[in-house]
């Protein structure tokens, strides 16, 4: 690594000018000095210093002979540079071949777009965030060289890369045709006459050095040094919407998300068809390690499937068919069919099916009259972590370790939609009430929204400091939480796609979010082992919620015994209506509900430690905080709203 290099790594917050530099090796070859002279011979003389020419040849007693920058770069093969050689010798040593090949752009950028996606998680923005300005100059060098349709080429493959980001500066780029325009075109110029500021890692800094001189790119390790100013820090880079100094060109406005986000979207919600049947709370589903799913009757009746010598085309009457039933008591039933861990299940609205997915990269249907599989969906390439039917049934979608979304039709064994986009795990999935759009949570730490009709991003959400976990939606369709690994809860505007409020209060990642029905209070559960009841939307209803009441009652008591107190726990107040709840849940009826349960029986004892310590930390609570109900020692994993906002909250007890 070349000195400069070097520097800006060791000194966190410096500034590295170069970008890009060699590294070493003990037994690499340094270019001759003789040689390094004819190369500056020649380009002085290819640039008419004739001075400067005749100065260099007297004073290094160079020969007259004619040799051409191809004839001195077949002298310089790439794997032969020294290891000492720094950052103006790469620039020269690159071969006349490399730059005469109409697609050594395209060639050496789809290498590092593999490379960047094939990195670890926490690299991967901040190497995204590199690959912009390389690519714009890319583009923009293919245009000067008049390469113009290789350049059409360039834009079409890969802008859509940085849409999301950039998608005003790619309009422009994208009008560009001839290398008069480059040069006349404002937004050009700002690009070519500035260096495009990039924060880094330390350690994703080296990575992409190390990347680029292994691979002898040296166009792009050109681009590096010329055009961008590389900034090392310690910590992580955050991914944020707003502008930040040291990023980008200054006073050019460089995240334009908030143009992304100004789709036309619809997000009226679609009533239901009066036939559709009201809730039933009868059906609890879990998923489980051990590959199946276990279904319970809430209202203790039997589960009963049919015998196995069962014949439909024998039966002719409704009699006969309930005579072939099993003749069983027990209210539970499992489900095999899975061969890996069951991550996630949902069930249809009118209670017929319920859908689930696993590790072993399917998700299957089962019926629930007959309680067998129907239908096993494959097309995942690694394991399917969430599922969610649509709501009004017949369509479902899921979310996988493949970095992609799928939808489904219950008809078909192949995906109708495949939502692409994330740069890391989709973690979470859930349709819009209208059924027109689906959301992502991803490891990435990003929310996105797609169209389901043309399978297109329409709004990205940032803010999220971890992973995204779980997604909500209210049922007015105009508001969206999402919660994870940062242990905050945000809320945003679907139609501008900006944050309008962080909750804060939990002290474990969140797991499970749900609204209620009128869409002012948002129900949370936690790896702390507690759910938490929001108010969303500080209505003057809501703000006489009984709940609310009694929180500022509590309020007023805890200032007028400690006026320094930041913030309190009501939890005795709202323990008492948990068992009330409870009791209420064995009578009401509402729609079947689902859980999932990832337990494995190695992970317990460490979920009892760290939801131990969870609960000992201090966190300000949010003023939007309603209330609060702890478990003795059961991270809840699953949250649910019935449509007599009724609470559920699933969770397993650990001993």
């Keep these: 690594m070349s000195n400069r290099t070097a520097d800006a790594a060791d000194d966190a917050g410096s500034t590295t000018n170069g970008g890009v530099g060699g590294s070493g090796s003990a ?23 004739r001075n400067a020419e005749k100065a260099l040849r007297e004073d290094a007693t160079l020969d007259g002979a004619e040799i051409t920058i191809s ?21 020269l040593f690159y071969s006349e071949a490399e730059q005469g090949n109409p697609d050594a752009y395209s060639q050496s950028y789809r290498e590092l777009r593999r490379w960047i996606d094939s990195s670890l998680d926490v690299y991967k923005h901040e190497l995204y965030a590199a690959s912009y300005p390389i690519f714009v100059h890319a583009y923009l060098d293919l245009h000067m060289r008049g390469l113009h349709e290789k350049a059409a080429e360039f834009m079409e493959l890969y802008s859509r890369d940085h849409i999301v980001h950039h998608s005003k500066d790619i309009e422009v780029f994208s009008t560009l045709t001839t290398k008069e ?30 990347f680029l001189q ?9 681009t590096v040094n010329q055009y961008l100013n590389i900034r090392t820090i310690d910590g992580t880079v955050p991914i944020s919407s707003e502008p930040e100094a040291d990023v980008g060109i200054t006073g050019h406005t460089q995240n334009q998300l908030d143009h992304f986000n100004s789709q036309d979207i619809a997000l009226g919600s679609v009533p239901l068809d009066p036939f559709v049947r009201d809730e039933d709370l009868s059906l609890l589903a879990g ?20 015998q196995s010598n069962f014949y439909p085309h024998s039966v002719n009457s409704e009699e006969e068919m309930e005579a072939l039933r099993e003749k069983t008591a027990e209210d539970s039933r499992r489900l095999v069919g899975h061969s890996g861990p069951v991550y996630g299940l949902d069930i249809s609205f009118d209670s017929k099916y319920l859908i689930s997915c696993s590790e072993d990269k399917t998700a299957r249907l089962w019926s629930l009259d007959t309680l067998t599989n129907v239908v096993c969906y494959k097309g995942h390439n690694y394991p399917i972590w969430d599922v969610a039917f649509a709501p009004q049934g017949f369509y479902f979608a899921t979310a996988s370790h493949d970095r992609t979304a ?25 349709f819009h009430p209208n059924s027109k759009y689906v959301v992502t949570g991803s490891c990435d730490k990003t929310v996105r929204l797609w169209d389901v009709q043309r399978g297109s991003c329409v709004r990205v959400f940032t803010g999220h400091t971890g992973s995204v976990d779980t997604v909500a939606i209210s049922p007015d369709g105009r508001i969206m939480a999402s919660a994870g690994e940062d242990q905050t809860v945000n809320v945003w505007d679907l139609g501008s796609g900006r944050r309008m409020e962080s909750l804060a209060g939990h002290t474990g990642p969140v797991y499970s979010l749900a609204f209620s029905q009128e869409g002012t209070l948002l129900v949370s559960g936690s790896a702390d082992e507690t759910v938490r009841a929001w108010d969303v939307k500080r209505s003057s ?115």
């Design 181 to 210: 325009h480059v040069e006349e075109n404002a937004l050009a110029k700002l690009y070519r006459d500035n260096k495009y500021g990039i924060r880094m890692t330390r350690v994703g800094f080296e990575l992409l050095l190390s």
């Design 287 to 306: 998923g489980f390690s051990e590959s199946y799913i276990k279904l319970w009757s809430l209202k203790h009746e039997p589960l009963r499937g049919f």
């Design 541 to 655: 209803a809501a703000s006489d919620h009984p709940i609310v009441a009694q929180r500022r009652s509590d309020l007023e008591q805890a200032k007028t015994a400690d006026p320094n107190a930041m913030d309190i726990d009501v939890e005795g107040a709202s323990s008492a209506k948990a068992a009330d709840s409870d009791s209420v849940a064995k009578d009401t009826t509402g729609s079947a509900e689902k859980t999932k349960n990832g337990t494995a029986n190695g992970n317990e004892s460490k979920k009892r430690d760290a939801a131990g310590i969870w609960k000992s930390k201090h966190v300000v609570e949010s003023d939007a905080l309603l209330s609060t109900w702890r478990t003795k020692s059961t991270p809840v994993y699953t949250v649910a709203m019935t449509k007599r906002n009724l609470a559920i909250a699933i969770g397993a007890f650990t001993l």
């Design 27 to 49: 037994n690499g070859r340094q270019a001759s000095k003789k040689q390094v002279e004819k190369v500056v011979l020649q380009y002085l003389k290819s640039k008419g210093y």
């Design 71 to 91: 004839d001195l770069a077949s002298a310089f093969p790439a794997n032969e540079i020294g290891a000492d050689a720094n950052v103006p010798e790469w620039v």
């Design 214 to 222: 292994d691979h002898h790119f040296t166009l792009l390790m050109r």
């Design 406 to 430: 799928r939808l489904w039709s219950c008809d078909n064994i192949c995906a109708l939609r495949i939502f692409a986009g994330h740069l890391s795990d989709v973690n979470c999935v859930r």
